[in-house]
């Protein structure tokens, strides 16, 4: 469309210059003929030439005027055209930071979903047997899986908190010795929730809190209850206690369910969602 309005204007100017052409040859012939024709002709002869001189000039005005013009419209064209490159560049390079934008969010998810699957699969390795009484005496090993497990570590705890007289700092001292003899399970198990949320926390998205309410909906309480603890007591888990206030990590966490209720003074009343 814009080719054929340039080669449109192009025809006009040509249409322009011929008639021009025309009605100077025109005046020039008509000059001729009242030279000749008129009674003093003899005299005037050599005004026939100047005439030839006034045709000549006239046609270099004509020729400059519509220089002038085509090259006026040519650079009217030519910023047009500048114009609409611009604009195209534009959209492109738009369209372009949309689709590298799509595909890092892609990346981050499969990295996220498979950080989350991981997760699960250290959730469902923690096994434990605990001594189950079936009657005349007899006692059987019954095997404890997954995120049950968590409850029993719960109650661990507890009985080492409420027995603990060693120190002053209660909550600290008795996880402490409570991960002493259970590293081995909770570590992968916590390190892969501290690269979960510094994961999501690295993100430049703007909706990264929606990632965050991801991971919270898997934890049960008695997860809750341990990462609670880990994250104040030690040093390795310290780094994460910022970004589990910062994304409310504790919101679905009841208060009254940890070791001492006044234990939420450790944490900002942020990292419980208010």
């Not at 469309?1 to 100017?13: I, R």
């Amino acid at each position: 469309m814009e080719q054929e309005t340039k080669e449109q204007k192009q025809s006009s100017f040509t249409k322009i210059g011929i008639i021009a052409a025309v009605v100077v040859f025109v005046l020039w012939g008509l000059s001729f003929f009242l030279l000749f024709t008129s009674e003093t002709w003899r005299g005037t002869f050599g005004d026939m030439f100047g005439s030839v001189n006034a045709l000549f000039s006239g046609l270099a005005l004509a020729g400059v005027v519509i220089a002038i013009i085509m090259q006026s419209q040519e650079l009217k064209l030519q910023r047009e055209e500048l114009r609409d490159t611009r604009e195209e560049l534009k959209g492109q390079k738009e369209q372009l930071t949309k689709q590298a934008d799509f595909y890092e969010r892609q990346m981050f998810e499969n990295s996220l979903f498979q950080l989350i699957r991981l997760y699960n699969d250290n959730v469902d390795k923690h096994i434990m047997y605990e001594n189950k009484h079936v009657g005349s005496g007899r006692v059987v090993l019954k095997e404890i899986k997954g995120r049950y497990c968590f409850k029993y570590y719960v109650n661990i705890l507890s009985d080492i908190y409420s027995g603990w007289n060693r120190t002053d700092d209660k909550a600290r001292d008795s996880y402490i010795e409570f991960y002493h003899d259970r590293s081995s399970e909770l570590d992968p198990y916590l390190q892969t929730i501290s690269t979960i949320i510094v994961h999501i926390h690295s993100s430049k998205f703007k909706d990264e809190k929606h990632y965050a309410n991801i991971i919270v909906s898997q934890f049960s309480t008695d997860e809750l209850i341990i990462l609670f603890y880990a994250c104040i007591s030690v040093a390795r888990y310290k780094h994460i206690k910022p970004l589990i206030e910062y994304y409310c990590i504790f919101r679905n966490l009841d208060k009254k369910s940890l070791l001492d209720e006044s234990h939420q003074q450790y944490y900002t009343d942020k990292a419980f969602g208010q």
